[in-house]
């Protein structure tokens, strides 16, 4: 018995030992034909590693163009059917389509909030916007354009600058705006939602570029940008208009909307009252106060609805009102601007909660271009650049996606561009994919993509393989995964040496050198170009640059309001 369970075993470790030796004897084979037929290696000779292949790269995958006139998109259709699934189940508990409640902060820097690393760090503490993001999906590669304006109608119209041609932010009554553009708002309104916007416009105030005649039923805000209204008013700002009687006169009587307003669908703005450096205090509260009553008026409503909230802060100049000044540890009256703002996030969330609408709305909350960075105080940010320009501090904005219950806590590095909101939130309407362009002239490109199942499906992975980055005219960048290949750039301190030179003030390179570009998780900062020593990949971002430029050609760039 012991000889043959000696034998067994001998037999067993032999065999063992021969698979082994097989093993090794193939390797080396396998290697190099070899294990997939792959030769790997470093300066140093070969090796036997096979890598990784991680979810949502997409350097070497072609996207699929599934209409003319729209980017074309990474498709994930199981992750697309359970995102349909869970949206259907809402909609029987629900009784109606999902809320979309859009808040955008202006001019707040990625750096800014708790939840991408400012908040208490930077004497601005912002809990209530930290908790809700921390339940909600991060999303640390989302993408603004350079300003107010353009970003503005980007999430609009779903075009970035170039197609819809508010390249910059009309000022002072400056013309131009999106003089009766198809909005997102006015797509959810055919699928029966009620469509009201709060705060900010500054899309134009000319009749055909009112809010009430794009697509929201009501509007209650201001048409313009903080700044317009009390600047020149301000005696340690502008001295040279607000001491002078007959300069000062001129700026009082200029042609643009100088008060707070309410505008209705069907009707003309109505002016409420003149925004001065004492009303301005109270603005974020009297609006704050608009959009509280507007959930609680809705959730009555059998109708779902679209809030779309602009804050005033913390664009310059922040004037805080007696409850504020002082309130955020920094004292400043830009982080003074932060801590109101997270007062009146967790303020519109508890009116969601108490009113039973938390489940059934999906709060989207960003910024609209990255920190100022001429006009001090203002906002952070951990990358390159300031609003104004294309690097990544100009246009890398801080957001995050939260929904109760539909939307996992996480957070993606996924490609998500501003312009995708205008997609996404039709498809939540009913409108996935390219069906939206029934909506829209033909003429008309869409720059966004529909990333309903990015958001929503068990995989989290962006629809979109690239994202390119416009700057004022010019088209500036492109970026695929971690690869960022540079055409345009602001070189923010060309000009001047002293005082504080950032997004607006410097120059814009145009020709560079054809080789420019950053690796932007090794170097977020964007100060290292590796373009030459990572040709494989730049060639292949040089190709999709091409094929938008080749879609500029086709559905040529737009100007309306340009600095030339
Ligand atoms: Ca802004």
Redesign the pocket.
Known sequence: MESRTAARQCTRVSGIVFLVAVTLLLLPVCAMAGGGGITRGSVDGQMTASGYDHPGEYLVHPATLIADNMEPVIPHPDEEAESRAKLDALKKRAGKKPNILIFL????GYGDPGFTGGGVMLGSPTPNIDRLAHNGMILTSAY?AP???P??ATIMTGQNPLHHGLLR?PMYGEKGGLDGAVTVAAILKKQGYVTQAVGKW?MGENKGSLPQNVGFDDFYGFLG?SDMYTEWRDQYFNPEIALSPSRFMVMEKSNFNHNNVHCKSGGECENLYQINLTTIRDLDQDWAAYSDKFIHKMAKSKKPWFLYHCTRAC?FDNYPNDKYAGRSPARTTYSDGMVEVDDIVGRLVKSLEETGQLDNTLIFFT???GP?GEIFPYGHTPFRGH?GSSWEGGVRVPTFVYWKGMIEPRVSDGLFDLADLFNTCASLAGVPGAKVTKYLPRDRYVDGIDQVSFLLGPGGLSNRRSRIYTLNEFLSAVRIDEFKYIHAAEMEDAVFQNGYPAGFTGAIATHLGGATAVNLYTNPREDVSIGIRHIPAIVILGKELLRYKQVLQKYPPRVKVSFF
């Open positions: 902060l202006d001019d707040v603004s300003s107010c304006t970003t503005r932010p500054h940008v664009h910024s609209d271009n100022e609003k």
